[in-house]
T-cell receptor, first 114, second 113 residues
Framework: DGGITQSPKYLFRKEGQNVTLSCEQN?????MYWYRQDPGQGLRLIYY???????QKGDIAEGYSVSREKKESFPLTVTSAQKNPTAFYLC?????????????FGPGTRLTVL | QKEVEQDPGPLSVPEGAIVSLNCTYS??????FMWYRQYSRKGPELLMY????GNKEDGRFTAQVDKSSKYISLFIRDSQPSDSATYLC?????????????FGQGTELSVKP
């Protein structure tokens, strides 16, 4: 059963703590993405990776970090430097080549800072 | 001005109505156009994908792209309560930052039985 999994579904963090959100895919997709979604706004790109061991900043990378050590995995760390981290975080993946402009999303992680 | 504009709604219609959802954009380089459906507290799911101009139909859903007007639409025929969700348009162009998609804000649709 192919797809993208994100964990945990809900995450609570105290101010000043770093937290890591997990994203795993078994679709054999080369590209992976992290988005942030806030109420009334579209999705905003945080980081993306087109290949293992390489990643690029998106539009709102400040306060976040990522790694891409395996093709299937693209974890996102929300650091204490992120001033307003409470949001819904979505991971997506995409094949490269023809049709690669379609992205497939995981179920999301809702992060709340207490 | 945002690159992609979408009326956030909310939009409320009776069951069986024809729904029209729209997005306008400013970047003439966009070539790939998508519509995603997002149920509350879930990840978006791809509904329709269109390359360049024209129409595409899939069951009760029709996607239209008018590149001359920089305008895309999604029509839902015979709308059902199960269509109640937020609909996001998204678009991209060849070579755009590894396939980066630009999203509209999303339109919240409610179909009343």
């Amino acid at each position: 059963d192919g797809g993208i999994t994100q964990s945990p579904k809900y995450l609570f963090r105290k101010e000043g703590q770093n937290v890591t959100l997990s994203c795993e895919q078994n679709l054999n997709h080369d590209a992976m993405y992290w988005y942030r979604q806030d109420p009334g706004q579209g999705l905003r790109l945080i980081y993306y990776s087109q290949i293992v061991n390489d990643f690029q900043k998106g539009d709102i990378a400040e306060g976040y970090s990522v790694s891409r050590e395996k093709k299937e995995s693209f974890p996102l760390t929300v650091t204490s430097a992120q001033k307003n981290p409470t949001a819904f975080y979505l991971c997506a993946s995409s094949p490269t080549g023809t049709g690669s402009y379609t992205q497939y999303f995981g179920p999301g992680t809702r992060l709340t800072v207490l | 001005q945002k690159e992609v504009e979408q009326d956030p709604g909310p939009l409320s219609v009776p069951e069986g109505a024809i729904v029209s959802l729209n997005c306008t954009y400013s970047n003439s380089a966009f070539q790939y156009f998508m519509w995603y459906r997002q149920y509350s507290r879930k990840g978006p799911e791809l509904l329709m994908y269109t390359y360049s101009s024209g129409n595409k139909e899939d069951g009760r859903f029709t996607a239209q792209v008018d590149k001359s007007s920089k305008y895309i639409s999604l029509f839902i025929r015979d709308s059902q309560p199960s269509d109640s969700a937020t609909y996001l348009c998204a678009m991209s162009f060849f070579g755009n930052q590894g396939g980066k998609l630009i999203f509209g804000q999303g339109t919240e649709l409610s179909v009343k039985p």
